[in-house]
């Protein structure tokens, strides 16, 4: 497997697009690297973008929709990459993971950092996760 993390739309990366899934935010580019990412980038881990992301991170589902699977687990479970770092607003990631064979750690305020984080609203959102391969 590759050794690739996936970044969801909703963490930026200087000067590349950044919408957290919104037409509201379509053509902005971000002007700075998120936390995470330049951790990443430090470490000479590659990463890619993840560009299928619910706008906010909030669910758009009705009761005779089936859940669309986040990209973040779908980078994870498909293979194409190792770990994947996401904004898990309403535990959409939390309950997918499990069902498509991927480990979800969601780590608590303060061992992550949010900067560059695009939130949906302080009161909702959770940090961002690392999924890993059950094997």
Known sequence: MAKIVALEDSIMRKGKPATAG???LKGFISPFDATVAERLDKAG???IE???AEEFGIDRITPDEPEPIMGAVRAVASGSAAYAL???VFGKARRQAPANKVC???PTYGTVSRFGLI???SSMDRSPWRATPVR
């Open 22 to 24: 919104s037409p509201i």
């Open 45 to 47: 881990i590659p990463t």
């Open 50 to 52: 993840i560009t299928a």
């Open 86 to 88: 996401c904004n898990d």
């Open 104 to 106: 979800y750690i969601r």
């Open 119 to 121: 939130p949906a609203a």
